[in-house]
């Protein structure tokens, strides 16, 4: 009984914890592209993980309790402070940072938005179509789910900024596909959020996406509402994120099999 209570009061506190942090960054908005960063980069992970991960140690980008890191042949560093995640129980993990392990390298900004782009498209699982003119002016990309088609502006000069619009309306997309009733205004800020992640987690420039503004919306919703909120956003990443790796990963093998020919 006594060990029950232990672990009841210990998953209580890290659910407490996850409450307090996403009513933190919905009310900051460093803390929130912080957050964004740490999720970017630790994608596999849920929007409650990520939080707690962001909370605790939000440079993070390997995680494994003690006894993954012994079996790798890895020492965790003496008096390292373990991190709380949820795993069905309270899971304590150390981050790499913590470790005599190598430490992954972070991702540059120099990857190709061209090639990223053309990736991007390859996978959507919905139609592009290259048009003249888009509703705005200062588009590059525009998603319209009435036909399920995604919208390229023909001849944009500035590669960076149509990798930032592409991923922001896949985003847009992928929401739509993961929702009964899907609202453009409405899903306005997390296809940001899903864009900025996006070219976060594959080394493009992040500057013009307005993370800045946090909806009145989102920053008055309970702090259950906020998760739900951070997890559809996060999925809608993981989803666009995991076929735009796969096809990354494929075509590096193909080259390198054309190159042992």
């Avoid at 659910?15 to 964004?36: C, G, H």
């Avoid at 390229?152 to 985003?171: F, M, T, Y």
Wanted: proline share 4%; hydrophobic share 35%.
């Amino acid at each position: 009984e006594e060990y029950a209570a232990k672990k009841k009061a210990e998953k209580d506190a890290v659910y407490q914890m996850i409450d307090d942090t996403a009513t933190e960054i919905v009310s900051d908005p460093d803390k929130f592209r912080a957050y964004l960063d740490t999720q970017a980069r630790m994608d596999r992970y849920s929007a409650a993980n990520a939080l707690l991960i962001y909370k605790q140690q939000p440079q993070a980008t390997q995680l494994k309790d003690f006894r993954d890191w012994q079996e790798d042949g890895v020492k965790v560093n003496k008096g390292a402070k373990s991190l709380s995640i949820l795993a069905y129980n309270v899971k304590k993990v150390f981050d790499v940072a913590q470790t005599s392990g190598k430490k992954p390298a972070a991702p540059t900004l120099d990857r190709d938005p061209r090639k990223l782009v053309a990736i991007m498209l390859d996978t959507a699982p919905i139609d592009v179509s290259t048009v003249e003119e888009l509703p705005s002016p200062n588009m590059g990309a525009f998603y319209k789910n009435e036909d399920q088609t995604l919208y390229i502006k023909r001849d944009i000069g500035n590669s960076v900024a149509l990798c930032q619009c592409v991923a922001q309306e896949l985003g847009h997309a992928q929401l739509a596909m993961n929702c009964e009733a899907y609202s453009r205004r409405d899903m306005g800020f997390s296809a940001v959020c899903v864009g900025y992640m996006l070219c976060r987690k594959f080394g493009v420039d992040v500057k013009n996406f307005a993370i800045d503004r946090i909806p009145e919306e989102l920053a008055g919703k309970s702090p259950k509402e906020i998760r739900a909120e951070l997890s559809k956003t996060r999925s809608a990443m993981s989803e666009i994120g995991s076929r735009v790796s796969e096809e990354i990963y494929r075509r590096r093998a193909d080259r390198s099999k054309d190159q042992e020919r």
